[in-house]
């Protein structure tokens, strides 16, 4: 299994900017899909941005043009950059992937085998 480990979260104002990081571990990234994921209380977990192991990516339509996942699997590293941040965006934000496969593809979120510990977004004035 990949073992993931976010960090990135704290406090931020409305309109500022956010970067999550996620260290990944024990396999080659390059055979996973990779996502960020949020759940804030009361929620379902919902999906926020996903890329494949091609660099295909998808997001959710709320962070459209806000929020930019990446990768660098050299570095065993994935991202999410988050700018003009809403205080709905504030959520405990998860690191996710889904593999080890040749083909690497998002799904939902029950696809995903592998799973950080999440880190807390808060966005507050």
């Known amino acids: 299994q990949l073992h993931l480990v976010e960090s990135g979260g704290g406090l931020v104002q409305p309109g500022g900017s956010l970067r999550l990081s996620c260290a990944a571990s024990?396999?080659?990234?390059?055979?996973?899909?990779v996502a960020w994921f949020r759940q804030a209380p009361g929620k379902e977990r919902e999906g926020v941005g996903c890329?494949?192991?091609?660099?295909?990516?998808n997001y959710t339509d709320s962070v459209k043009g806000r929020f930019t996942i990446s990768r660098n699997d050299d570095k065993m590293m994935v991202y999410l950059q988050m700018n003009n941040l809403k205080v709905d965006d504030t959520a405990v934000y998860y690191c996710?992937?889904?593999?080890?496969?040749?083909?690497?593809?998002?799904?939902?979120?029950?696809?995903?085998?592998?799973w950080g510990q999440g880190t807390q977004v808060t966005v507050s004035s």
């Open positions: 996710a992937a889904r593999g080890p496969t040749v083909r690497a593809m998002c799904g939902a979120v029950t696809d995903f085998n592998n």
């Open positions: 890329m494949s192991n091609n660099g295909d990516t």
């Open positions: 024990r396999f080659a990234l390059n055979f996973f899909a």
